[in-house]
Nanobody
Framework: VQLQASGGGLVQTGASLKLSCVAS????????MAWFRQAPGKERESIAS????????NYLDSVKGRFTISRDNAKNAVYLQMDSLKPEDTSTYYC???????????????????WGQGTLVTVSS
């Protein structure tokens, strides 16, 4: 599975931004998807994930209520709608994918074998 993330940019505090990730797989019907982010000098962290059948989504506490993960299997795409952005959201955002099972505890990078190239989001104060 090859992933291509896009949609990053420079925005002001309180603005919204929508990231997209398109997969090269024939179908995403059995592929679970996630978004991670990594700020300079920090570890990469999972911020949102969604099951292959769109039935379950999980979020990092600090983005709950502000970020929404969604997917369109017909377009082989997953999205991250980010609202009320804060300077601390400044990071490079990565989409990731996995086959097989899905659990809310699958937050570590090791559970996600497929990665996109990252898109930079900068939130100015």
């Amino acid at each position: 599975v090859q992933l291509q993330a896009s949609g990053g940019g420079l925005v002001q505090t309180g603005a919204s931004l929508k990231l997209s990730c398109v997969a090269s797989a024939r179908t995403l019907a059995n592929v679970h998807m996630a978004w991670f982010r990594q700020a300079p000098g920090k570890e990469r962290e999972s911020i949102a994930s969604i099951s292959s059948n769109n039935s379950t989504a999980n979020y990092l506490d600090s983005v709950k209520g502000r970020f929404t993960i969604s997917r369109d299997n017909a377009k082989n795409a997953v999205y991250l709608q980010m609202d009320s952005l804060k300077p601390e959201d400044t990071s490079t955002y990565y989409c990731a994918a996995r086959l097989g099972g899905y659990r809310s505890t699958y937050q570590a990078q090791k559970f996600w074998p497929y990665w996109g190239q990252g898109t930079l989001v900068t939130v100015s104060s």
